[in-house]
C-alpha cells in the first residue's frame, strides 16, 4: 500500500508498505518532504508505481507569483531517494495542471493535464 500525504507548504510522501494483511499491521518505510520553499505551494493529485515498484507522484508546484508548474517525481521504493523530476511550465501567469498519469502496455508514463490562464 502506497499513501500520498498532502500539505498546504510542501508536498509529504509517506510510504507504507504491506505484503499481506494476514501479516499484520503495515510498518512505516520510510517519507520525503518536497518543500519549494517558504512561498510555494506544492500539492499531490496522482501516485501510482512502475514496474520496480517505485514511486511516481504527480502534482503541481506554485511559486505563489507565476504560474503553477506540472510536476512528476519517481522515488525509489526502497529509501524515498528521488531519481528523477520532471516539470512542464507555460508562461508566467497560466497554471499547468496535472490531471492524471497511468502506464501504457509499453511501460511508458502517460501523464495528462491543462493549461489554465489567458494569454494576452
Not at 81 to 93: E, G, H, M, P
Amino acid at each position: 500500500m502506497k499513501r500520498l500525504g498532502l500539505m498546504t507548504v510542501g508536498l509529504v510522501v509517506f510510504a507504507l508498505f504491506c505484503a499481506a494483511p494476514v501479516l499484520g499491521d503495515p510498518t512505516f518505510e520510510w517519507d520525503m518532504l518536497y518543500d519549494g520553499g517558504a512561498q510555494y505551494r506544492d500539492v499531490g493529485t496522482a501516485a501510482l508505481t512502475d514496474a520496480d515498484g517505485n514511486l511516481v507522484v504527480g502534482g503541481s508546484r506554485s511559486d505563489l507569483v507565476g504560474g503553477t508548474d506540472l510536476i512528476v517525481r519517481l522515488l525509489d521504493r526502497e529509501t524515498g531517494t528521488t531519481l528523477w523530476t520532471a516539470t512542464w511550465a507555460i508562461n508566467d501567469q497560466n497554471d499547468v495542471e496535472l490531471s492524471g498519469m497511468v502506464w501504457d502496455g509499453f511501460g511508458n508514463l502517460l501523464v495528462a493535464g491543462y493549461v489554465a490562464g489567458c494569454e494576452g
